[in-house]
């Protein structure tokens, strides 16, 4: 008898935790369109049984327990034995957590101080609907040049002076559109350093439309989603973008690029009428 045939090999399965989009890539002034995987970012509304606690954005997947370990070590709970149990709440993004009878919570102290406190740029809303911030969405897509882009992660880099001396810290600048840093903060945290270098501007009553915010680590959500407050056109990080940063760049026509050093960058968003092409 004629031998079997061969077995089909496995059908790849979707990853959980990253998804393709379309984007167009940029080496030196040469531009070519292609897909890229990027990680899935969603927030996580954290509920203790009808209070919502706290939103966090997260790569789904093991939601529980990102869940239990938040409630312990924010010191919400003191013991696993507290959690009665969890489930999800109406959504694959809402947790819902039980606590055993007779558990204390001090809300108070929750409102006083996690809320005001919390490092994360989302975690101190209170409900997934917060996220969403009203802004304008921009009617046009920010001219930019290949080269002055190229040249950005440089002089970010060279105004890093927190940097210099701690190789552990943050930096946002602020670009016109012809590539000139005009300003640069630095913090620990990246949304913090994205929050201070806006501050600055919007306490001078100075607008930011027609400049680029440039973030030195990756673009999440909550970086895009300050740019599109403070009427910045484009993002552009040293990073990679998530997914729902991608999404809101795109729902807000921000311009959103990606992996931006060594003469190389990756377009997610406003690809149409980006960049003055300098050669391509």
Known sequence: PPPPPPPHPPTAQPSPYNAAVDITRIRGTA???????????????????????????????????????????EGIVKSAAQIEGMRHWGSPNVVR??????????????????????SCGVCGKASIDALRVAAPRQEHTLALDAEAIHAMPGKLRAAQT??????????????????????????????????????????????????VLFVSGRAGFE????????GIPAIAAVGAPSTLAVELAREFNLTLLGFVRDRRFNVYAGADGMWRETGA
Do not use: C
């Open 31 to 73: 531009a070519e369109h292609g897909t890229d995987d990027i990680a899935i970012e969603e927030p996580l509304e954290i509920r203790v049984g009808e209070r919502a606690i706290s939103v966090t954005m997260r790569t789904p997947g093991d939601d529980f327990e990102l869940a239990a370990g938040f409630l312990f070590t």
């Open 97 to 118: 957590v039980a606590l055993t009878e007779g558990s204390h919570i001090d809300w108070q102290r929750l409102q006083r101080n996690f809320y005001a406190t919390s």
């Open 162 to 211: 927190q940097f210099a001396s701690t190789g552990g810290i943050h930096a946002a600048g602020i670009f016109d559109a012809r590539g000139n840093l005009l300003r640069t903060r630095e913090d620990i945290g990246r949304h913090n350093a994205v929050d201070k270098v806006i501050g600055s501007f919007w306490l001078e009553n100075v607008a930011l439309g027609g400049h």
């Open 223 to 230: 970086i895009v989603q300050k740019a599109a407050v403070a």
